[in-house]
């Protein structure tokens, strides 16, 4: 009997196994219960290679010249950027990026939604059972700060704001309800029971920007413009967020006192910048919290923008940066405000956190695939015939207006089946 393998389940499922256990294996205290905690992972993410290599070979099979040249220039970046750099903060995101061709965006995150609720519940659950060490730290001498399982409790709040923000994507337009029940119950644990402020400080504005998305669903006219004109305005936050990091290296927030915690971490931006220097495709980070050897009081970098250039080099942060700069500008034309806050989100983050250059905790990167995979205002269809659609916005603020399409097209409901 001919088994006949599903190349788009493969994908969703193998998206799913190496989210969980990525999560689990890296930032849970199991690590502190085993020398050879890592095994498991480490043979899992063979096997899913060697899944997502064959996926791969069937769309090329059956794919174009563009798609051998997008699929080669990933791998090849890709493998050129860990071997300089030994980081492999975005190389689970090229494998699935090259073949995420067919696949479709909105599965891809369910799929991590229902990862990311297996893997938080699960190590919650097992640092309440006793199963896994529930580590507390003191924060500013005084406040104690609990990991529920998690190595830190910026790590546990990494994973809530993450959870947070897939809910509200995939439910946004469902239920606002559930939206602000999961982001009100991450909002206090990460407020008091983490202690995290990086984590509460974007969910308050979280919660700021979806108010403003719900105020503009219902169309209240008084507040309609206003609000697209600042909605679509948000993306440049990213830009400033890259400009204040820019600055942290050039000496231009000395004024900060180094000893709290943001002075820190200015410093030390500093501190490896002038250490390192940005080369050409990256190279290895010392991380003194990690060995507990401080070389040239390197100790910790928790600043994306910089550790990307530092990290991975000239080359892969230039091009990074223009993908996600392309899918800001993407998310703003089509006034899709969803995908808009979460990008803007995680580049305030940015700054004061690597989290925003972290596959398995920026679920968001995903969507860079978008760019790759579909052409910013053409859609392919079915039997090849490229069509362009006009994003033609109506007066005031609004979606793009529908394009018209052969019925030959479009499902029955008239409406167009978009995959990349």
Not at 66 to 73: A, C, E, H, T, W
Not at 118 to 142: P, Q, Y
Not at 205 to 226: D, E, G, H, P, W
Not at 277 to 306: K, R
Request: net charge positive.
């Amino acid at each position: 009997m001919k088994i006949k393998l599903r190349y788009s389940k493969v994908y969703y499922s193998s998206l799913f196994i190496w989210n969980f256990l990525f999560t689990v294996t890296w930032f849970t205290t199991l690590q502190y219960r085993s020398d050879h905690y890592y095994l498991p992972y480490v043979f899992v993410w063979k096997l899913i290679r060697f899944f997502l290599t064959l996926k791969i070979w069937k769309d090329l099979k059956t794919g174009t010249n563009r798609d051998l040249k997008v699929v080669f220039g990933i791998l090849v970046i890709g493998s050129i950027s860990w071997y300089f750099s030994q980081n492999e903060f975005l190389y689970p995101l090229l494998w699935f990026a090259a073949a995420a061709k067919n696949t479709e965006i909105k599965k891809s995150i369910q799929y991590l939604w229902y990862s990311q609720i297996a893997a938080v519940g699960i190590t919650i659950f097992g640092s309440l059972a006793g199963i896994l060490e529930n580590r507390v730290m003191a924060g500013n001498g005084i406040v104690r700060r609990y990991t529920l399982g998690f190595i830190h409790p910026n790590t546990l709040g990494a994973f809530l704001m993450q959870l947070v923000l897939l809910t509200f994507y995939l439910y946004a337009r469902q239920s606002a309800r559930k939206v602000y029940f999961i982001a009100a119950l991450c909002f206090m644990i990460a407020w008091r029971i983490a202690c995290s402020r990086t984590t509460t400080f974007v969910l308050v504005i979280f919660f700021m920007f979806s108010a403003l998305y719900y105020i503009t669903v219902k169309r209240n006219k008084k507040l309609q413009s206003f609000l697209g004109i600042l909605l679509q305005r948000t993306g440049d936050i990213v830009k400033v967020s890259l400009g204040v990091s820019l600055a942290a290296i050039c000496g231009l927030l000395n004024q900060f006192d180094m000893a709290d915690t943001l002075g820190v971490r200015i410093s030390q931006a500093k501190l490896y910048f002038n250490y390192y220097g940005v080369t050409l495709w990256g190279q290895p980070l010392i991380m003194g919290y990690e060995t507990n050897e401080y070389y040239n009081g390197l100790f910790t970098l928790d600043n994306a923008y910089i550790y990307l250039f530092l990290a991975f080099g000239g080359i892969v942060s230039i091009l990074f940066l223009f993908f996600y700069f392309q899918r800001l500008k993407r998310a703003r034309v089509e006034n899709d405000h969803i995908v808009l806050i979460i990008l803007v989100l995680y580049g305030i983050v940015g700054i004061t956190e690597t989290t925003m250059i972290r596959f398995g905790m920026n679920f968001s990167l995903i969507f860079l695939a978008e760019v790759l995979w579909k052409d910013f205002d053409k859609q392919t269809l079915s039997n090849g015939q490229r069509v362009r659609i006009r994003l033609k916005m109506r007066s005031g603020y609004g979606m793009p207006e529908k394009p018209t399409l052969p019925e030959s097209e479009c499902d029955q409901d008239g409406s167009l089946h978009a995959k990349f």
